[in-house]
T-cell receptor
């Protein structure tokens, strides 16, 4: 079945460590790619998105993600995490091949940053 | 800012009860969605609507129905709640032109079915 896969379900880091969260998808053709974040007690919100142009996209709070079409990947990175980055992160994909532009989500990665 | 408002943050219902979850958005978005969020499973699409009175099944529509009588409002209905419908329900909306499908979410409705 076609899907969105996030490599890690739980990640624990110390402050100032570098972060990379993996995301792979299996849909061919044109895709729009997203990372959403859910901070404790808050609603899901967009972190960054890619739909065309420069495959390296920058989002809020120092996050960036790189679209590698040949690898069907859209990994999220941050050079130095902060305690306030503790949250759950979701990779998501939409496009003609997700079924009428439905947005398909990965299972999520819970990040805990130790102060 | 886009605001998506879900009427109930927390609900506790008994098996067999009918449950209504309401969602209202204020940005004149064409598309509205209902997801459920479960640990380890991410968000799974229940139903979506791309216009008033239009609805499409998502990936897990069984046991649910929806209603969209007005553009700003999208309701999720559980005709006869069951314990396996205990979950967090998220409503979202998106525009059509130039938005690439970015979703704007409500704060969620946590439903417990006893």
């Amino acid at each position: 079945a076609q899907s969105v896969s996030q490599h890690n379900h739980h990640v624990i880091l110390s402050e100032a460590a570098s972060l990379e969260l993996g995301c792979n998808y299996s849909y061919g053709g044109t895709v729009n790619l997203f990372w959403y974040v859910q901070y404790p007690g808050q609603h899901l919100q967009l972190l960054l998105k890619y739909f065309s142009g420069d495959p390296l996209v920058k989002g809020i709070k120092g996050f960036e993600a790189e679209f590698i079409k040949s690898k069907f990947s859209f990994n999220l990175r941050k050079p130095s995490v902060q305690w306030s980055d503790t949250a759950e992160y979701f990779c998501a994909v939409n496009g003609p091949n997700t079924g009428g532009f439905k947005t398909i989500f990965g299972a999520g990665t819970r990040l805990f940053v130790k102060a | 800012d886009v605001k998506v408002t879900q009427s109930s943050r927390y609900l506790v219902k008994r098996t067999g009860e009918k449950v209504f979850l309401e969602c209202v958005q204020d940005m004149d978005h064409e598309n509205m969605f209902w997801y459920r969020q479960d640990p380890g499973l991410g968000l799974r699409l229940i139903y979506f609507s791309y216009d008033v009175k239009m609805k499409e099944k998502g990936d897990i529509p069984e046991g649910y129905s929806v209603s969209r009588e007005k553009k700003e409002r999208f309701s999720l209905i559980l005709e006869s709640a069951s314990t396996n419908q205990t979950s967090m329900y998220l409503c979202a909306s998106s525009g059509t032109s130039g938005s690439s499908g970015e979703l704007f979410f409500g704060e969620g409705s946590r439903l417990t079915v006893l």
